[in-house]
């Protein structure tokens, strides 16, 4: 892998030009091209894809971060050549982790990406979690699997659950959120016929009342909530409590706050 890494980027450009080149001939299409560094193309690279008139927007550097931070890493990436309009990609997200803490990360990170400027947004390609699966027991440095394995059980791990919620709750349409305090970390999402609507809530730190005020939208007063949460964040699913952290579903009255678990992971769907 890493001498793979070497070869694309001395020899990215050539490469990328041939593949263009092959690609229009037989009448593929678009393709979008990984750059392994986090620091993005470099000048010199830069210089030459240009010249070489490349799809530079298809050129994206794959970011390979820890439980979060792939957009401040791009921004760095996109600031340092400016007049370079490569996107970027977050391919892995190595947290070194399974538990509580990193469904927080996980639940913190995503509601960051909601949350990008249209500007950025529409250069970041795409996030992955690592791993998404992982065999119990095997454990080579980094024992972060959302789901784990054995031969007569599979079961999910908490940050597993952030990504089965926002799967079960999914709305198209982010609008603007503002009310994050220190520990606390939240988006909210519009349905399209703008009836539904949903907030995001990663909470790192102890309970804790929000304040709530929807703007341009009345909703009705009771909500379907899901709620991950346990008393540590270093709480885990083992084999013998698969389901020891495992999201509840109920409902709550929402008018003008919310109050979330310590260290929890919630979301609300309100309807109009």
């Known amino acids: 892998y890493k001498r793979q890494g070497y070869q694309r980027r001395v020899h990215g450009v050539e490469q990328v030009a041939a593949m263009e080149e092959r690609r229009i001939a037989i009448g593929a299409p678009e393709l979008f091209y990984m750059y392994p560094t986090n620091e993005g193309v470099g000048s010199i690279a830069a210089q030459n894809a240009t010249l070489a008139k490349l799809p530079i927007d298809h050129i994206m550097p794959d970011i390979h971060i820890g439980g979060g931070g ?28 399974c ?51 054995l031969p007569n059980m599979t079961w999910i791990q908490p940050p597993g659950y952030v990504h089965a919620i926002i799967n079960q709750t999914w709305q198209d349409n982010a609008v603007t959120v503002s009310g994050g305090q220190a520990d ?46 346990a008393d540590v964040r270093s709480a885990v699913n083992t084999p013998a409590a698969p389901m020891a952290v495992a999201p509840v579903k109920g409902y709550a009255t929402v008018t003008s706050s919310v109050t979330v678990p310590a260290f929890s992971y919630s979301v609300y769907v309100l309807e109009a």
């Open 184 to 229: 606390i970390t939240l988006s909210a999402q519009i349905s399209d016929d703008k009836k539904t609507l949903v907030i995001r809530v990663s909470n790192w730190g102890s309970q804790t009342t929000i304040p709530l005020e929807i703007v341009g939208m009345t909703t009705k007063p009771d909500a379907a909530v899901w709620t991950l949460s």
């Open 99 to 149: 538990d509580m803490g990193r469904a927080l990360a996980e639940g913190g990170d995503l509601n960051d990406w909601f949350n990008a400027p249209p500007e950025l947004a529409a250069r970041m390609h795409a996030r992955t979690a690592s791993f998404c699966s992982e065999r119990s027991g095997h454990f080579d440095g980094f024992d972060q699997g959302l789901s784990f394995f």
């Open 70 to 97: 792939a957009l401040g890493v791009a921004l760095d990436d996109f600031a340092r050549l400016p007049d370079f309009p490569q996107s970027a990609i977050n391919c892995e997200t190595n947290a070194n982790a």
